[in-house]
């Protein structure tokens, strides 16, 4: 299962402030209050107000209620169902997958609309937060630049790398250095750079360095372009639609037609092209032997 990253995040707020923009919170129900991690504004501050938009910070979904903030992280397995039919039956708490419900009524066409967040599995990572400030969300505060920033320019990315002993997957992977890029997103990025996912940031020369930030734009870009104008129900299948690599352990790859790897850690795996990331080294498990760089 891919969490749900920048481009995908963005796609999504750009659907629902589509969808909700001008619409009236008539009632929240939360349903996991596991999920929910704020108490002060209490999330029946929002009831009655009107979504004056939805945008992305990092990945997580902003929705502004005329200046109190519903933010959420959709974690690993977490995603957002729009209905134009919402239920007004009541959710039965810890018994569904169902982890919050928010009821609107849009005033432009008199429609009563929904929108659920849902998570998938028994692992519950997904996080609501109802805060003053989007600043005051402690993963918000700590995130790094947005890559798709007209700031985040050649020179800026170089100087983060130069400074990184850490291995370039797990440097793109970090939010706190950049926002919004997870792991489908960073294996696609290094394929397209023809990097190995375990070298050390600080030691790719400027030539390779200009190369993985060209590459990272031209991934991220073509997937909020991809992304764009999709209701939420088609955004996880257009993701995966378009990988080279990620979560295609088995299949030639499209660019040489060499067999695409998998390295498995404890909780996740990467897939990389050996003829076009490693010079035809195998890179090893980590759970057996050391990295190879």
Known sequence: MSMPELPEVHGLCMYLDTQLHGATLTEVRINSFSALKTAD??????????????RRIGKFVCLDLDGIFFVFHLAKAGWVRYTEHPSSAGLR????????????????????????????????????????????????????????????DGAAFAAILKSSPQQIKGLLRSQSVIAGIGNAYSDEILHAAKISPFAIAKSLDPETVARLYDSLQEILVGAVNAAAGKPSSELKDTKRSNFRVHARTGLP???????????????????????????????ADRRTSRFLK
Do not use: W
């Open 93 to 152: 708490m810890g018994k569904s997958n169902i982890s919050a419900r928010l009821l609107f009524h849009r005033p432009s066409d008199d429609a009563h609309i929904g929108v659920d967040l849902t998570e998938a599995g028994k692992k519950k990572s997904l996080a609501i937060y109802v805060v003053r400030d989007p600043q005051d969300v402690p993963g918000i505060a700590t995130l790094g630049p947005e890559p798709l920033s007209p700031d985040f």
């Open 41 to 54: 504004p209490p999330y029946s501050a929002l009831e009655g107000r009107t979504v004056q938009g939805a």
């Open 253 to 283: 790859c499209p660019a040489c037609g060499e067999t695409v790897r998998e390295v498995s850690f404890a909780d996740t795996s990467l897939q990389y092209c050996p003829h076009c990331q490693t010079n035809g080294k195998i890179l």
